[in-house]
T-cell receptor, first 119, second 115 residues
Framework: DSGVTQTPKHLITATGQRVTLRCSPR?????VYWYQQSLDQGLQFLIQ???????AKGNILERFSAQQFPDLHSELNLSSLELGDSALYFC??????????????????FGPGTRLTVL | GENVEQHPSTLSVQEGDSAVIKCTYS??????FPWYKQELGKRPQLIID?????GEKKDQRIAVTLNKTAKHFSLHITETQPEDSAVYFC??????????????FGQGTTLQVKP
């Protein structure tokens, strides 16, 4: 168990719908990263938040958005869903920029993922 | 742009043999290189990582080597066991306080260890 939690585990929805994926980072971690894993694209970085602020964006579609709340949990919102959005969505957390003594600031720990199926 | 190439895509070895997976990165500013193991339907699990100021790191049966000049790094697993069977991903990032730390992943290597 990495200490990162994600809900729901599975999500089945129809094209055109909107869903929200939730992630709670490890206690003390300030950075949250979202990754998409599909069969043909591998693990792709989507977006990063650090202490409530967006820090980096990858190839995230305009239909997707995210935020990190004051309690540091993060949500990834996917709208106008298409069949091609079916994938595993992982979040990962790291200590971030304010590293604890002896702790790497870069190590990312992954949550169990949310499997999204768009029918 | 940032890119990580990983080879081979599949690797089959006999139990007890060694396995080597190689990755090449494009961004010379990358300074952190983790390796993740992912079992089917599970989360990627960090197994070892290395920073650019170190050439080699070992943890029991697993070792990673880094060649900054050639921009490549490799994972070595010795005395492989059936439970080592999984998909292995290499990644690269620009860590530290001035960068984001986002991971750029290789395409993955499916390792099969035959009993």
């Amino acid at each position: 168990d990495s200490g990162v939690t994600q809900t729901p585990k599975h999500l089945i929805t129809a094209t055109g719908q909107r869903v929200t994926l939730r992630c709670s980072p490890r206690s003390g971690d300030l950075s949250v990263y979202w990754y998409q894993q599909s069969l043909d694209q591998g693990l792709q970085f989507l977006i990063q938040y650090y202490n409530g602020e967006e820090r980096a964006k990858g190839n995230i579609l305009e239909r997707f958005s995210a935020q990190q709340f004051p309690d540091l949990h993060s949500e990834l919102n996917l709208s106008s869903l298409e069949l091609g959005d079916s994938a595993l969505y992982f979040c990962a957390s790291s200590v971030g920029l304010a590293g604890r003594r002896g702790q790497s600031t870069d190590t990312q720990y992954f949550g169990p993922g949310t499997r999204l199926t768009v029918l | 742009g940032e890119n990580v190439e990983q080879h081979p895509s599949t690797l089959s070895v006999q139990e007890g043999d060694s396995a080597v997976i190689k990755c090449t990165y494009s961004d010379s500013a990358s300074n952190y290189f983790p390796w993740y193991k992912q079992e089917l339907g599970k989360r990627p699990q960090l197994i070892i990582d290395i920073r650019s100021n170190v050439g080699e790191k070992k943890d029991q049966r697993i070792a990673v080597t880094l060649n900054k000049t050639a921009k490549h790094f490799s994972l070595h697993i010795t005395e492989t066991q059936p439970e080592d069977s999984a998909v292995y991903f290499c990644a690269a990032s620009k860590g530290g306080s001035s960068n984001t730390g986002k991971l750029i992943f290789g395409q993955g290597t499916t390792l099969q260890v035959k009993p």
